[in-house]
């Protein structure tokens, strides 16, 4: 079946402006997680969905970000008034159930950002 | 908090060579273990992962990974390199079996198989 898609691919954008990233997670999968993938570091754990609970903020790096997943599926990424250290790939997983390490988490191919 | 280490950025090996990418990590408790490849263009796939039981644990492409306790290791390892092995590779971290945001990454290393 389909995996995690995630558009656009590459998004370049200019200082100041807001950017919105999208996810599709796998059907059927209750857990969705945003993740940052910047140049020589590893992933930085962004935000979490599970179902119909309130969701996992903890991780956004400052409240210029924010995300909503709409109906329990796909789910958006915002960030207003883009700073050039947000450059990064942006990277979206999906799990059957979330919250356990027992369930795998799906990746997108993510969404490179680009701010000027 | 749990860290992961990659020491190396890149590493190197002739295909049908065996190769070895290197992960230490440090976490109070129990460490819950992973591996997970990047492939260019693709988003990471799961490898591997070690949660109780044996040392050493087998994933897929014939890759595998053996926990050392004592040295804090988790070094992920193939016996015959293969060029399509080439790709970016994630060692992962977690210490709560049932939290969503626990699990840590690495920075990442660059496996490159030459023919």
């Known amino acids: 079946g389909a995996g995690v898609s995630q558009s656009p691919s590459n998004k370049v954008t200019e200082k100041g402006k807001d950017v919105e990233l999208r996810c599709d997670p796998i059907s059927g999968h209750t857990a969705l997680y945003w993740y940052r993938q910047s140049l020589g570091q590893g992933l930085e754990f962004l935000i979490y969905f599970q179902g119909n609970s309130a969701p996992d903020k903890s991780g956004l790096p400052s409240d210029r970000f924010s995300a909503e997943r709409t109906g329990g599926s796909v789910s958006t990424l915002t960030i207003q008034r883009t700073q050039q250290e947000d450059s990064a790939v942006y990277l979206c997983a999906s799990s059957l159930v979330g919250g356990s390490i027992y369930n795998e988490q799906f990746f997108g191919p993510g969404t490179r950002l680009t701010v000027l | 908090a749990q860290s992961v280490a990659q020491p190396e950025d890149q590493v190197n090996v002739a295909e049908g060579n065996p190769l070895t990418v290197k992960c230490t990590y440090s976490?109070?408790?129990?460490?819950?273990l992973f591996w997970y490849v990047q492939y260019p263009n693709r988003g990471l796939q799961f490898l591997l992962k070690?949660?109780?039981?044996?040392?050493l644990v087998k994933g897929s492409y014939g890759f595998e990974a053996e926990f050392n306790k004592s040295q804090t290791s988790f070094h992920l390892k193939k016996p015959s390199a293969l060029v399509s092995d080439s790709a970016l590779y994630f060692c992962?971290?977690?210490?709560?079996?049932?939290?969503?945001?626990?699990?840590?990454f690495g920075a990442g290393t660059r496996l490159t198989v030459k023919p």
């Open positions: 070690y949660i109780t039981g044996d040392n």
């Open positions: 992962a971290v977690s210490a709560v079996r049932e939290s969503p945001n626990d699990m840590r």
């Open positions: 976490v109070s408790g129990n460490p819950y």
